[in-house]
């Protein structure tokens, strides 16, 4: 696989140095060039290159910290400096688009959300304008943008081309070549579920972690496998298709065409499905939310079952992987309160002994915006002109360095 095998060259070591100064930035605040050596890892003379790299593209300011009472002229700082660009994260979902304004360093200043028709020219129509809208409302032009990144419910190739995405109706989709061609800014496209465990490295739940996996439900229940400090894609890129695992022989129909798919009993057109068999129109997990936190017991007995069934896919999971965590996220996480009791039970009643007291299951940091808050991690890889895996690799070495 590329992340363990390709052999870096010149210009990616001084990318991959570039990033891990800047995380380093991102994560500890403001820092001496003396400490970026302490907390990276790099020698002086690598720390003050990019140093004046980052300086030479604004992403940076100098200041001078107050001495407090100490002899002698106090050291420069170097900080990032959020005031001089942005970042755009969106994600797509069958009849949805949702985008995110960021500063640099991911604090929010903008959001839209808006509706789109079932092709491919239809939602990118809408994803133009629903980044303009944003950018329009606290206005900022593209001079500004750095970079954009984009999560789609898809099998995702490592090119960011769409593989297939049943839910979306979509196959052989060159999205991120699309995107590059209308935006003159870089352009980062993924799998939504990849792009929620970027957002959970990077930002969340999961920044001292280095094995952790998501599972993220919306039209679909994707997975992302974050092993040994990176993310695991596997030798296509389409590694983590949890939703796909069966859990029933001969159940239910799933979107793929099989039957019996986890995706087929979480989703949330699945879960609407059987709530409607029993007599209650809850067409999203929001409503199924608040169905379920006024004590609905119909909704509170679907629920349960689905938690079964995922925390024995969670427990194989954890037998196989040994993870220090289980993130669930995306609009998912409007269900996971009544999901997470019956969920940690049923770890601890079928994953072996040594593992399940080690593995934590928990909500997203960012709800229902984790794999929005991706697209922003994916456009700050974008604008480090990183490939995902360099990416991935640094921030955790940025981490386990500080």
Do not use: K
């Not at 696989?1 to 001084?14: D, E, K």
């Not at 915006?369 to 700050?380: H, Q």
């Amino acid at each position: 696989m590329a992340g363990s095998t390709q052999r870096l060259n010149p210009a990616l070591i001084r990318r991959l140095n570039v990033a891990r100064v800047f995380h380093a930035l991102r994560v500890g605040g403001p820092a001496s060039q003396t400490e970026l050596v302490r907390s990276t890892g790099l020698d002086p003379a690598t720390v003050s290159a990019v140093a004046r790299h980052l300086r030479d593209e604004g992403l940076v300011t100098t200041t001078r910290q107050p001495s407090l009472g100490r002899a002698g002229r106090p050291p420069t700082q170097l900080a990032i400096d959020a005031s001089v660009g942005v970042l755009v994260g969106a994600r797509l979902e069958p009849g949805t688009v949702r985008v995110l304004v960021t500063t640099l360093v991911g604090e929010s200043r903008a959001t839209w959300q808006g509706s789109a028709g079932p092709t491919v020219d239809d939602a990118l129509e809408t994803l133009a304008g629903g980044v303009e809208a944003a950018l329009g409302e606290i206005g900022v032009g593209w001079d500004q943008v750095r970079a954009v990144g984009v999560g789609v419910p898809a099998l995702m190739s490592l090119s960011g081309r769409v593989a297939y995405g049943p839910n979306l109706g979509w196959r052989h989709v060159p999205l991120q070549e699309r995107l590059a061609e209308r935006w003159s800014v870089p352009v980062a496209v993924d799998n939504d579920t990849s792009a929620a465990a970027l957002a959970e490295t990077l930002f969340g739940a999961a920044r001292d972690a280095r094995d952790f996996v998501v599972i993220a439900g919306h039209s679909g229940i994707g997975g992302a496998l974050y092993l040994g400090g990176r993310l695991y894609r596997g030798s296509g890129g389409f590694a983590g298709e949890i939703g796909h695992a069966r859990v029933v022989d001969g159940g239910r129909r799933c979107s793929c065409g099989d039957r019996g798919c986890l995706e087929a009993y979480l989703a949330e057109d699945a879960l609407a499905a059987r709530l409607a068999e029993r007599g209650r129109d809850l067409a999203t997990y929001a409503a199924i939310g608040t169905a379920a936190a006024a004590g609905d017991s119909v909704v509170l007995e679907v629920l349960d079952e689905a938690a079964t069934l995922l925390g024995r896919v969670i427990a194989d999971l954890v037998d196989v992987l040994d993870p220090e965590m289980v993130v669930l996220a995306g609009a998912l996480s409007h269900v996971v309160p009544w999901l997470l009791p019956t969920v940690e039970r049923t770890l601890a009643d079928e994953a072996l002994g040594a593992y399940r007291s080690r593995c934590r299951v928990i909500a997203s940091s960012f709800g229902p915006e984790a794999v929005t808050m991706g697209g922003v991690g994916l456009a700050m890889e974008a604008a480090l002109s990183l490939p995902g895996w360099l990416l991935d690799q640094d921030a955790a070495m940025s981490r386990s360095a500080t």
